[in-house]
């Protein structure tokens, strides 16, 4: 999916939904799903549309539907990160499977300076990042470069340019597809379930998995 819109690509509430429901239901035999961004940057944030209070929990869901179908969607995701993100944007990167960004992007949350603490961003960044971390990002509005980025856990990879960035993600893209989608459904949804499970209680869920996932594929193998 291809973000394109005024100032920086701000996710509009119809580009949220569109996002989500691509996620939600994907087209027939659909894989990978790439975002990447028009202009300079990748994305800058949301629009804010809300003009009454009783506008704003019909907005926050839309929102929230975006965060729930990345971890919730089949597809694996790929952030191509070609410019700066910022807010949501980071998000709409940092929640996908695959993040690579150039190492000219940088990643910020800005909303302390509009006097907002960015609860959608607290309910995910200090799991990926650590509390600390995502404190001093949240209540300094600091930008990251790529290369921090990778270092915290926002991206997976950093390269030099939009030319490296292009090869970069082919090349994820095509590891990704050689694999059997199904495989990479158990691998995020076993992700999921763990992230809120003692090591004993995930230990139990992967060994009812792996048993699992064994016998479907000796039922697979030709004898």
């Not at 929990?57 to 694996?76: F, K, M």
């Not at 970069?168 to 199904?182: E, N």
Request: hydrophobic share 50%; aromatic share 4%; with cysteine.
């Amino acid at each position: 999916m291809h973000l394109n819109s005024a100032d920086g690509n701000l996710m509009t509430m119809d580009m949220c939904d569109a996002l989500s429901g691509i996620l939600s239901a994907p087209p027939a035999g659909a894989h990978v799903l790439v975002l990447s961004g028009a202009g300079d940057s990748f994305c800058l944030g949301r629009e804010r549309t809300a003009a009454t209070p009783d506008d704003l929990p019909g907005e926050v869901r839309r929102l929230v539907a975006v965060n729930e179908a990345l971890a919730a969607t089949s597809l694996v995701t790929v952030a191509r990160v070609h410019g700066d993100a910022a807010g949501f944007g980071v998000g709409l990167a940092a929640l996908c499977d695959v993040a690579v960004a150039t190492r000219a992007a940088r990643l910020s949350f800005p909303e302390v300076r509009i006097n907002l603490a960015p609860a959608l961003v607290l309910a995910w960044l200090p799991h990926m990042v650590g509390r600390r971390a995502a404190f001093w990002l949240t209540a300094s509005g600091a930008q990251v470069s790529g290369d921090e980025a990778v270092r915290i856990g926002l991206v997976n990879e950093v390269v030099e340019n939009v030319d490296a960035l292009d090869a970069a993600v082919a090349d994820k893209v095509g590891v990704l597809l050689s694999a059997q989608p199904r495989v990479h459904t158990e691998i995020r949804a076993m992700l999921r379930s763990v992230e809120s499970l003692s090591e004993r209680q995930s230990y139990e869920l992967a060994s009812d998995r792996l048993v699992l996932g064994s016998l479907r594929r000796l039922h697979a193998t030709p004898n």
